[in-house]
């Protein structure tokens, strides 16, 4: 299957210019919009058009159609939980049988995060499946892992999001997390599944066989002592469509080649931390270097899937659960950190762990990569460093990215309560969810509205970024459903 054109291959210096002079309020508005008339004829056009402004203004409003400006979610009239479940039907998307523009052709009903974010998206997709399936939503969380499976089959991954802009980069791989929370037993739905989960982690592992030690190739990495890890990667090294103009700018500032900074970029954006301490040295974006970067959490839900394909196989895929016990030793060698007691991102280039302290640290907990020692030494890390009064810190540095202090996400928070339970650490997990829910709950008495991050030091709407912050929305409404549910809670309100 040939790759399809991304905004940029087919509109490149109309992209390039719609950007540069930021005639659009939002990047990611004119690599969503439809053309009216074929490309060639387009751009044969675009050649002979005046060089201002109100020109190309008009030429956008001629040759295209936009998508509808964003709404911002409807301020509730329901109390929060309630508000929740009625909130679904907003986020539902009805099939879309073929692509058109840039989207990708989605086969099933499915949902989406909300505001800016109008097609399905790879991660989000299992936290909001948390609160479907909680509301009895089967067929809402049904479609969403049947467009997972469909978007494997047809790119050999789940893409960052249902869009040729993003088939380049995929997102933290949880889909077999997604098969799990279903658990459909219908033998030719789980055979088509399993295969799909084998698909992923083929394509995940590309270019491991004969890799030598200190070598790389796409989301592989070999260190000097022969362990084999994941990174994050995304073969392109251009400006990604949708954020054009601010990586144009950023590589401008890094003085570095700006290939390397688009892919690190690009590679940031697969992470689902975009952006983070986690990929940067120093505060500046620009110091972004992701792919020298073995991140914990994507090599704990690479072991997560082994361990999965291993359990829901047969005898010949023993040789995933020997890849799952590879994994999990490369890990505790180069990923554990045994003086702060936590795991932490490994510096390939540098040949050394970065001994951070960030919400990632769970992901092992969350996948039962760690030992109960461990998990008890994340425990007290956590309690006495990450704890805030809203949840969990993502980070415990303040850079202005959205993935960093005082920032909180909703993934996050599920990740470490989870990964806590699972491991003994009931009364902690429970306080981690008592807090977020609180504090998404004392934000919706104020505003009537869910967001998709949350300051957990001031309690209140999240900021930082490469936009507004979005309401709506996917991840926050599963993951505090969840939480509502779980523990029986009633939100401060």
Known sequence: MGVEPSPADLFGPLLAKVQERAILPDSKTFVDALPKR????????????????????AFIAANFDLPAAAEGARPAVLPLREHIRALWKDLARAPKQAASGSA?????????PGGRFREIYYWDSFFTMLGLVRDGEHELANGIVEAMTDLIEAHGHVPN?????????????????MVELLDDERADVAARRLSAMKREHTWWMEGAEGLAPGEQNARVTRLADGALLNRYWDPRSTPRDESWREDVATAAESGRPVEEVYRDLRAGAESGWDFSSRWLDGDALSSIR?????PIDLNAFLFGLETAIAARGDRGDAHYA???????????????????????????????????????ALAPLLVGAATQEQADATARAVEDALLAPGGIHTTLLQTGQQWDRPNGWAPLQWIAVAGLGRYG????????????????????????????????????????????TQTGFGWTNGVTADFIDSYDFLPTE
Do not use: C
């Not at 609180?438 to 490469?466: C, H, I, N, P, S």
């Open 290 to 294: 992701t792919t020298a970067i073995a």
């Open 161 to 177: 999001g249902t869009r040729t802009y993003y088939l380049g980069r995929s997102q933290p791989p949880l889909f077999h997390m």
């Open 425 to 468: 650490h009931g009364a902690l997990a429970r306080e981690i969810a008592r807090r977020w829910v609180d504090t998404v709950g004392a934000t919706f008495t104020r505003t009537g509205l869910l967001f998709e991050k949350y300051d957990v030091e001031a309690t209140g709407v999240g900021g930082g970024g490469e936009y507004e």
């Open 38 to 57: 074929p490309v060639a004829d387009i751009m044969h056009d675009f050649a002979l058009l005046p060089a201002d402004d109100e020109a190309l203004r």
């Open 104 to 112: 990708l052709a989605v086969q099933h009903r499915h949902v989406v």
């Open 322 to 360: 020997r890849l799952a016990d590879e994994r999990r030793e490369a890990m505790n060698r180069h990923l554990w950190n045994s003086e702060g007691g936590y795991f932490a991102d490994y510096d390939v280039e540098e040949d050394k762990r970065r001994n951070a302290l960030t919400a990632a």
